[in-house]
């Protein structure tokens, strides 16, 4: 078996950000309660490590009245900020500056009369924080069929989930210039993304079996293993090492494994080593069958 390991693999530079924020708060506020503003990250493992150490999730601001909040790296729309100076809480705002820049974008244009169009998912936290910076009127497309029934617009700013597949964005934007006419574009796909989503179909079309690593309700691991499912046949995604056993990985194959922006580093060496024991077995066992039949 060979192993191919993406080096885009694990967190992005927005999470790392925000999850150092929350340990560093757990050891500088120690006789404070925490909370986030919904899960830090889309990964179990962290919001249940997290959870033991007294950090809570927080889903409305409304709920407390005391404590620290931490905003996390998806952003959020400028009534959280309101209803957080409002209630005189103090907050650590830890959105991805990636994820302000789209904010601010966003803003300006508004501002300025143009209709808002967010590529993106409409529930995902971070799309429904960048909504919030257009008092809630963007209109939300995921995929061509969505942008294939808008009418036609006249000034429209156009912006990405910062996740967005690189592809669907360019497919998405197809639709749309004929439909409107005057178009501002921004592709606000971060860097990080597009680094690791090229990177997993560079590493799936050289494997005969894909693992993606991460969350199953983070967004951005689904969107890898969707592109790692489009160019290789067995492409699998799990949450922690416990699941290889029940991937079907045989000896001769060649491995390819990458992980979400939310993956943490440990989860990611736990699956790594775990393959590494299972190859190792599976030789000695070619060997020992090899000995009996010579
Ligand atoms: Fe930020 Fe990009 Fe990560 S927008 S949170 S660095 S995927």
Not at 129 to 138: P, V
Request: hydrophobic share 35%.
């Amino acid at each position: 078996m060979k192993i191919i390991r993406a080096e885009t693999a694990g967190f992005c530079f927005g999470v790392r950000r925000a999850v150092d924020y929350v340990y560093k708060s757990i050891e500088e506020h120690r006789n404070e309660r925490i909370y986030t503003l919904g899960p830090i990250i889309h990964n179990p493992q962290v919001v249940e490590d997290l959870a033991s150490k007294g950090v809570k999730v927080l889903n409305n601001v409304d709920d407390i009245d005391d404590g620290l909040v931490i905003i996390r790296s998806h952003g959020a729309g400028p009534d959280v900020y309101e209803r957080l100076k409002a209630k005189d809480l103090r907050f650590i705002d830890a959105t991805c500056p990636y994820v302000a820049r789209v904010h601010k974008k966003v803003e300006e244009y508004y501002r300025k009369g143009y209709q808002i169009i967010i590529a993106g998912e409409a529930d995902h936290p971070e799309v429904i924080g960048t909504n919030g910076w257009c008092n809630n009127t963007a209109i939300i497309v995921n995929d061509v069929d969505e942008a294939s029934r808008l009418p036609q617009l006249d000034k429209v700013c156009v912006v990405a989930q910062t996740t967005l597949n690189g592809s669907k964005w360019e497919d998405i934007l197809k639709i749309l210039l004929p439909k409107v006419n005057e178009l501002q574009i921004f592709n606000t796909i971060c860097y990080a993304t597009s680094q690791r989503q090229e990177e997993a179909l560079q590493i799936a079309k050289l494997s005969t079996a894909v693992i993606v690593i991460g969350g199953r309700n983070s967004s951005n691991t689904r969107k890898l293993y969707e592109i790692c499912c489009k160019v290789c046949d067995r492409a699998f995604l799990i949450e922690s090492a416990d699941e290889i056993d029940n991937l079907s990985i045989k000896p001769d194959d060649v491995v390819g494994i990458t992980a979400g922006a939310s993956t943490p580093d440990g989860i990611i060496e736990e699956v790594i080593t775990k393959m590494e024991e299972l190859n190792k077995d599976a030789q000695q066992n070619i060997e020992e069958h090899v000995d009996e039949h010579p």
